[in-house]
């Protein structure tokens, strides 16, 4: 089975640093990816990890361990701009085929 | 490069019809992936297909189906709709399978079943 958890909501003031958690348990793992989805927009895409360690992209890191089957992103000097969705993403073995958590609603705050 | 595109943006439907959505990926990318976004479910896979062969699928009736054409462009067709299946229907595209190269989405059809 697939099973994908995140926080549903997250707080963060702005220029502060915030840490948003995914747990997995999935029958296959080739690979997990963050997105940002804005309200009533298209999720776009964030980064990707396949093997454990940090991966940083400017303001964003994630970090990804895959004998806990978590990971994390990472955002710093939050902005304004950066309220959204936060998706966590595990592909399987099989295809190019994603299955998400429900997503993580952060909101930042002045 | 043009981003994927779907069409058309916003439907309006009676519950029984059918509905035919329309997704062209970005240039050069072969594989396509539908999902189904909706509040309670958040988002989740329909179906992907690859070089016009359906590779995987989701845990969804056979209400839905899609098609792949050779020159990449899919559509979905849900039939028999049911109030259900409100919601944003998203198409992705990718260059390739596995690897690095992530899924790319386009904007989504917002469907409502009246």
């Known amino acids: 089975g697939q099973n994908i958890d995140q926080p549903t909501e997250m707080t963060a003031t702005e220029g502060a640093i915030v840490q948003i958690n995914c747990t997995y348990q999935t029958s296959g793992f080739n690979g997990l990816f963050w997105y940002q989805q804005h309200a009533g927009e298209a999720p776009t895409f964030l980064s990707y990890?396949?093997?454990?360690g940090l991966e940083e992209k400017g303001r964003f890191s994630s970090f990804l361990s895959r004998s806990k089957g978590y990971s994390y992103l990472l955002l710093k000097e939050l902005q304004m701009k950066d309220s959204a969705s936060y998706l966590c993403a595990v592909r399987g073995n099989a295809g190019n085929m994603l299955t998400f958590g429900g997503g993580t609603r952060l909101m930042v705050k002045p | 490069k043009a981003g994927v595109t779907q069409t058309p943006r916003y439907l309006i439907k009676t519950r029984g019809q059918q509905v035919t959505l329309s997704c062209s990926p970005i240039s050069g990318h072969r594989s396509v992936s539908w999902y189904q976004q909706t509040p309670g479910q958040g988002l989740q896979f329909l179906f992907e297909y690859f070089s016009e062969t359906q590779r995987n699928k989701g845990n969804f009736p056979g209400r839905f189906s899609g098609r792949q054409f050779s020159n990449s462009r899919s559509e979905m067709n849900v039939s028999t709709l049911e109030l259900g299946d409100s919601a944003l229907y998203l198409c992705?595209?990718?260059?390739?399978?596995?690897?690095?190269?992530?899924?790319?989405f386009g904007d989504g059809t917002r469907l409502s079943i009246l």
């Open positions: 992705a595209s990718s260059s390739g399978t596995g690897g690095s190269q992530p899924q790319h």
């Open positions: 990890n396949v093997l454990d």
